[in-house]
């Protein structure tokens, strides 16, 4: 299951520098986007997302989509910036 065509920018700040990114200001948001409009191509994440908020909670529930999805949620050219969570995601896969 994928969303074709949308790009996932995380971050509880700043705006993406290019359009069109669809934005998530906490985990919370990016975890209802993944869950209704399924796995972008690109995601971003920014790390720290205000208080005790943090992208992790973001690649762990990524990990369980991918899991209950039998390894067809997360697309195998799935991009993201930085890489090294989604490259942690596919370790643990």
């Known amino acids: 299951m994928t969303g074709d065509g949308y790009r996932l920018f995380i971050d509880d700040l700043r705006d993406s520098v290019s ?3 669809t934005i998530a200001r ?6 209802a ?3 209704s409009c399924g796995c972008p191509f690109e995601i971003t994440f920014d790390d720290n997302l205000g208080g005790d908020d943090t992208a992790m909670a973001v690649v762990n529930r990524l990990i369980e989509l991918e899991l209950d999805a039998g390894g067809r949620f997360i697309p195998s050219d799935l991009h993201s ?3 090294a969570p989604i490259r942690s ?3 643990i896969l």
């Open 33 to 35: 986007l993944l869950e």
């Open 81 to 83: 910036l930085p890489t």
């Open 89 to 91: 995601a596919k370790r």
């Open 26 to 31: 906490s985990s919370g948001q990016a975890i």
């Open 19 to 21: 359009t069109p990114w």
